[in-house]
């Protein structure tokens, strides 16, 4: 066997994509001899209390509230160097029997080891705004499409985590993360067993790392391109169609350009908690 | 122009994430070890100093640290070859791929010593010099132990090899 040889061998052995993880800063490229110094620098900037303009992202998830208003909520820490103080523990949000909306963010503070529990509900008011409102942390506000709120979670000193929700009346993407292997649908239209059953319904594209298809009387399954836990592997991205089989329907999503940051393996869980009225393909942004 | 710690983040914890993936076979574990990896150098006894070496190896020196000590509190690791890649695991099924399976396993039956040369010098393209800073170990060592590593996983793996190949080994 050739070095070559070995070393094709070797490559059949993928490793799953990095964690989510996103920042808002630039992106910027700059010389290699100033990296060290640079990082130095940034460093003794933090050590002196400086904080960084930027915010880095624990995570978020879109969601269609109705059928005129669409969410994207994500917690967000100031300054992003703070991130790693925190890990995302869970979160949901779902919409509720009485009507309504709900859902919980965990959230541990690695520093020092506390929990923080944030509980919410949104109530659709007549005029088509909702009244949000969580008891911990109090907060409270009405809010429709357009407007943008910020939940407070902590705060101390500089340092600051609150979940930020945007409502909007069309369909809202995730933000791009170049280091986490995420879906990249344009215009993705749903089959099933070669039927078409939702075309792209406005939605332009959609980049998440976790995809969410709703099936009517049935549930939701999740799609992700890296392992999680309690994910089977049961599909596969490839070029510009993921497709994947379950409960012995066989389910694709097409969609202009390529489908995914890369080709490859992808992985699904099916949730039979939530009962969807139609089809429906979304963004989830939980880890 | 200052680099910041995002970018810092974002040039080295898909290498890191990968190194410790395929060190402990969990993705949750080794999430978590890259975070506190970053986090390890904000505390005030992090032991990097940009005057003695470069980033990247500290951040490797780090990870390495960190998932041994896990996997030594785990009781999972031995001087023995050891089997660090739990193939019944969620995780386990990203290695469906029969070829994929038989290199993690042969990968994690070379001891320790070679194991994590082989990790970085072949899947992360690290140089020598370089694998030899993060496990500080004389540049000589690291290559032997690598030939040792490419040797066994050239034995290990020779049914995988082209027709041809096993041929003219023969």
Redesign the interface.
Known sequence: ???L???R??D?????G??P?Q?A?P??R?RRP??????????V??AVGAS?A?W?SLGSETARWDESTWVRRTRRVEP??AW??W?PLATSGQHLAGGGLGGTVRLLN??TGREYIYQWSAERLTSGQYRFASESPRFSAVAGPGDTIDVPIFESGQERVYERIELAARPLGLEPD??VQQFTLSSPQLYVNGAKVLDSDGVQRLDAPLLAIDIPGKGRIQVSL????????NGSARANRISFEHDGSRYEIRCEGAAATMDG?V?TRFDENVRPAGYGLQGDGRN | MERSFPDSYQEHAGALFRFAWRLTGSVEESQDIVQECFLSLLRAESTFDATRGSLRVYLFGAVRKLVWKRLSRRREFTQEPADPVDLRSPEGELLRNEMGLAVGRAVSRLPESQREILLLAHYEQMPLAEIAAVLDLPPAAVKSRLQRARASLREWLAEYAPPVAQEKNR
């Open positions: 066997m050739t070095d040889e070995l070393d061998i070797l059949s052995w993928v490793a799953p990095a964690p993880m920042f800063a992106r910027r700059i100033l990296v060290l110094l640079a990082l130095a620098a940034a460093l900037a933090v960084l930027t880095a992003a160097l790693v103080r890990k690695r520093w170049p280091v890296a392992q999680r836990a309690n994910f089977v592997a393996p992985f």
